[in-house]
């Protein structure tokens, strides 16, 4: 069990020897769990605060005369908030051992200190609360830094990962800029909205997915480039003739598409005089 660091303030050399020799007849140590650490002989303020503080309990021992209760006011006050506890004790008239009951000032020790130990009782309730607040406070301030250290790890993978792809896009802009510098600088480079419209008279050509699979099929990857929007050749006439390709294919399959719709509502026409004569 913790031992409780008592310290006892009193106004001169004189009442040290009175407290000292009122001390030597009480079993603090076994009977409370205290130890008087220091009597401090002083009126001095400044010295008191330096004396007291780090206490946990502080008994403010002066006279019971009005000098004495004004002293220990003033000392209570501010010492209050340098040390656990502050008890004020009156010593009874008398300034040596020859002239003040000993045994009065021993009870009146155990009577402070008993006064101490059922105030700390009263507050004991509100301890007992602030401390549960305080551990519940302190469980959550660990979760959230657990949260904070999880969050940090994933930010700074999420920040090399942010790095990578900015690496990498940077690339993708360079290699596309090339690109169209490339094509810029080529002779037979054609716009495919232009061309398309030039040779076929319509506003919206195909998506470029189609004419890359044709050139696909058609062998054509070391003759014909596609992309951005564009195509390019050496052979002029070679783009002319995929293009036309690529706009049969599309009549066609769009053909095929009408055939099959016409067939399927022609069905749907014959199916109808059929159900209303099985239906008679």
């Known amino acids: 069990m913790t031992i409780v660091d008592v310290r006892i303030l009193v106004e001169g050399a004189s009442d040290v020897e009175v407290v000292s020799k009122a001390l030597q007849g009480l079993a603090l140590g076994s009977e409370y769990n205290i130890t008087i650490s220091a009597i401090i002989p002083t009126t001095n303020?400044?010295?008191?605060?330096?004396?007291?503080?780090?206490?946990?309990?502080?008994?403010?021992?002066?006279?019971?005369?009005?000098v004495?209760?004004?002293?220990?006011?003033?000392?209570?006050?501010?010492?209050?908030?340098?040390?656990?506890?502050?008890?004020?004790?009156?010593?009874p008239l008398g300034h040596d051992l020859e002239h003040i009951d000993v045994e009065l000032v021993r009870k009146e020790i155990k009577n402070t200190l008993v006064r101490a130990g059922l105030k700390s009782l009263q507050i004991l309730p509100?301890?007992?609360?602030?401390?549960?607040?305080?551990?519940?406070?302190?469980?959550?301030?660990?979760?959230?830094?657990?949260?904070?250290?999880?969050?940090?790890?994933?930010?700074?993978?999420?920040?090399?990962?942010?790095?990578?792809?900015?690496?990498?896009?940077?690339?993708l802009v360079e290699e596309n800029n090339k690109l169209k510098e490339s094509l810029k600088k080529r002779a037979n480079v054609f716009k495919i909205s232009e061309i398309w419209k030039e040779l076929f008279g319509e506003t919206e050509p195909p998506e470029e997915k189609y004419i890359a699979e044709a050139v696909e099929k058609l062998n054509l990857g070391g003759k014909i480039i596609v992309g951005q929007g564009y195509i390019y050749s050496d052979d002029e006439d070679l783009v002319i003739e995929l293009l036309r390709i690529v706009h049969l294919s599309l009549s066609i399959a769009e053909s095929k598409e009408e055939k099959a719709k016409e067939k399927e509502e022609t069905t749907e026409k014959l199916e109808e005089p059929i159900a209303e004569f099985e239906n008679f």
Not at 76 to 83: G, I, P
Request: net charge negative; hydrophobic share 40%.
């Open 45 to 66: 303020l400044e010295i008191a605060k330096s004396a007291a503080a780090g206490a946990d309990l502080l008994i403010i021992a002066t006279d019971a005369d009005r």
């Open 126 to 171: 509100e301890y007992m609360a602030l401390r549960n607040q305080l551990l519940d406070l302190k469980g959550k301030y660990e979760m959230l830094m657990q949260e904070n250290e999880k969050l940090k790890s994933d930010y700074q993978e999420l920040e090399s990962k942010y790095g990578e792809l900015l690496e990498e896009y940077s690339k």
């Open 68 to 91: 004495g209760r004004e002293l220990a006011e003033r000392m209570f006050r501010e010492l209050s908030e340098l040390v656990g506890h502050v008890e004020r004790m009156k010593i």
